[in-house]
C-alpha cells in the first residue's frame, strides 16, 4: 500500500506499507504429521500409522491430504498406514491442501532399523614420535542389511572428523585411544577403538644395523661408583647390545625377540622382562649406587632393583655393542650420580 502527505511549499513524504524484510507471515495452511509407534526404533515390517488431523488452515474449510512415503507409496486420507519392509532412512513427505488452493507441506525422517554394523579402524601407523601423522580408515565397516551413512570419529586429543578416511596430527607424546562410532542408514550404531602411542619427538638420533658403533669417551680413565647411565633407544626385532664398556663389566642390552632386558653391572647379570620392545621408541636408564644397588628403568617405571659389586672403571662406553645392536639410539646421557625416579622422569 503507498501513502502520501503533501506539505505545500515544504516537500512530499511517502510512506510505503508492507512488512519488514526480516518478518515473514504466517503460512495459511500448516501441515502437521504425527506418527506411531516411535520413529527412532522401527524394525522392518512394523506397521506405522500416520496422522494429519492436527493440521489446520487460516481459510477454514475443507483439507486435502497427499502423503509420499519416499517412494515406496501414498495415500490420500487424513490417516494413513504403511510398512517399511527394509532397514534404512526413509523420509515421508505430507502435502495438505485448503478448498482456496493453498498448500502445505511437511516432512518427516524414518530410521528402519537392521542388524549392528561393526566399525573397522585401520591406521598405517600406531605408534612414533611426535608429531605423528596418522591415516586412518574406517572403509573396513560394514552393517550386514544396511548401509555404513555416518563416521564420526573422536582421536582422543580434542580432535575428530566425519569421513571414512581422515588424516589426522598428533602434536604430543602420549598414548591416545582413538574411537569410531558408525552410523547405518537406519540410525544403528557400532563401534571400535584403537590405541595410537606418540612418543617424544627425537630429530636426531644414531642409527645401528648389526655392524655399526659409536664410542662415547670419557676423556680419561674413571672408577664409576655412583651412576647413571640414559638414553633413548627403538630396537628393532633382534636389538642387542645397547651400550658396554670395553671389559663388559657393564653391559645393558635390549632383546624384542626375547621380550627382555638384560644387563651387567660389576660382576654379576640380571634380568627383566618387558613386551612390545620391537620398532618403538622407550627411554632406559640404568644406575647403580655405591652401596651396590643397581636400579633399571623403563619410560620412567622402576622394572628392576638388583644388588651389584665389583669395581667399575672404563675409560669410554660403546654404543652399538661392538657390531651387535639394530635400531636407533638417541640422547645419551652419563650421570656421576644414581638418578631418582623423579629426576630420571622429569628429564625423559
Not at 493440521?55 to 502423503?67: E, I, P
Not at 580434542?158 to 569421513?163: D, E, I, L, R
Request: proline share 4%; with cysteine; aromatic share 6%.
Amino acid at each position: 500500500m503507498k501513502h502520501s502527505l503533501v506539505v505545500t511549499g515544504l516537500l512530499t513524504l511517502v510512506l510505503l506499507g508492507g512488512c519488514p524484510d526480516n518478518v515473514r507471515p504466517d503460512p495459511a495452511v500448516k501441515a502437521v504429521i504425527t506418527v506411531s509407534p516411535d520413529p527412532s526404533s522401527i524394525k522392518p515390517g512394523d506397521t506405522l500409522v500416520f496422522d494429519a488431523s492436527q493440521s489446520t488452515s487460516k481459510n477454514g474449510g475443507a483439507l486435502t491430504y497427499a502423503w509420499n512415503f519416499a517412494g515406496k507409496g501414498t495415500a490420500t486420507t487424513a490417516t494413513a498406514t504403511h510398512i517399511f519392509d527394509r532397514p534404512g532412512l526413509y523420509t515421508v513427505t505430507l502435502t495438505v491442501a485448503d478448498e482456496t488452493g493453498a498448500t502445505g507441506a511437511s516432512t518427516l525422517d524414518i530410521c528402519v532399523n537392521g542388524a549392528a554394523p561393526t566399525a573397522v579402524i585401520a591406521a598405517d601407523v600406531t605408534s612414533g614420535p611426535a608429531a605423528l601423522v596418522v591415516q586412518f580408515d574406517g572403509s573396513g565397516s560394514s552393517a550386514p542389511d544396511d548401509e555404513i551413512r555416518d563416521y564420526i570419529w573422536s582421536f582422543g586429543d580434542g580432535g575428530s572428523a566425519t569421513v571414512a578416511k581422515p588424516l589426522h596430527v598428533f602434536t604430543d607424546p602420549g598414548t591416545y585411544t582413538v574411537r569410531l562410532t558408525v552410523r547405518t542408514f537406519g540410525c544403528v550404531e557400532g563401534e571400535a577403538t584403537a590405541t595410537i602411542t606418540v612418543e617424544a619427538s627425537l630429530t636426531h638420533s644414531l642409527q645401528f644395523g648389526g655392524s655399526e658403533v659409536a664410542l662415547l669417551s670419557l676423556g680419561s680413565s674413571q672408577t664409576l661408583t655412583d651412576f647413571t647411565f640414559e638414553a633413548w633407544v627403538k630396537p628393532a626385532d633382534a636389538g642387542g647390545t645397547v651400550v658396554n664398556t670395553l671389559d663388559n663389566r657393564l653391559v645393558l642390552e635390549m632383546l624384542p625377540n626375547a621380550n627382555k632386558l638384560r644387563y651387567t653391572v660389576g660382576e654379576a647379570s640380571f634380568e627383566a622382562t618387558a613386551v612390545g620392545l620391537a620398532n618403538s621408541w622407550y627411554h632406559v636408564a640404568l644406575g647403580r649406587q655405591a652401596s651396590g644397588r643397581t636400579v633399571l628403568y623403563l619410560d620412567g617405571k622402576q622394572i628392576s632393583s638388583t644388588p651389584s659389586a665389583g669395581q667399575l672403571v672404563a675409560e669410554q662406553l660403546t654404543l652399538g655393542g661392538l657390531g651387535a645392536f639394530s635400531g636407533k639410539i638417541a640422547e645419551v646421557r652419563l650421570w656421576t650420580e644414581l638418578r631418582s625416579q623423579l629426576q630420571i622422569t622429569l628429564n625423559m
